[in-house]
């Protein structure tokens, strides 16, 4: 994949900072900043498929009307914690 050159302003503070960090960490400044941006991205993208997710799941709850209440789930994750095997509880209306 080829680099694309991309200006971005920092203010003086976070600039030094990140000067003072690549120092102690040996490496450049601009390493650090690739870095940084490239787990963020991942992190978004990964918030934002999580985001779409729910937002498809409520849709789908609104059509259906299919739920488990809060006591199933949690009886559920009890046993699940108590170290048994147990299948999760059915979909209801």
């Given at each position: 994949?080829?680099?694309?050159?991309?200006?971005?302003?920092?203010?003086?503070?976070?600039?030094?900072r990140?000067r003072?960090?690549?120092?102690?960490?040996?490496?450049s400044?601009?390493?650090?900043?690739?870095e940084?941006?490239?787990?963020y991205?991942?992190?978004?993208?990964?918030r934002e498929a999580?985001?779409?997710e729910?937002?498809?799941?409520?849709?789908?709850?609104?059509?259906s009307g299919?739920?488990?209440?809060?006591t199933?789930a949690?009886?559920?994750?009890?046993?699940?914690?108590?170290?048994?095997?147990?299948?999760?509880?059915?979909?209801?209306?």
């Amino acid at each position: 994949m080829s680099a694309h050159p991309v200006a971005v302003k920092l203010d003086a503070d976070v600039h030094a900072r990140v000067r003072e960090l690549a120092k102690a960490q040996h490496r450049s400044p601009h390493y650090l900043m690739r870095e940084a941006i490239a787990q963020y991205v991942e992190r978004e993208e990964k918030r934002e498929a999580f985001r779409q997710e729910a937002l498809t799941a409520w849709a789908t709850y609104q059509t259906s009307g299919l739920h488990v209440t809060h006591t199933e789930a949690d009886d559920w994750l009890a046993q699940l914690e108590a170290g048994q095997d147990v299948e999760p509880p059915e979909c209801h209306n």
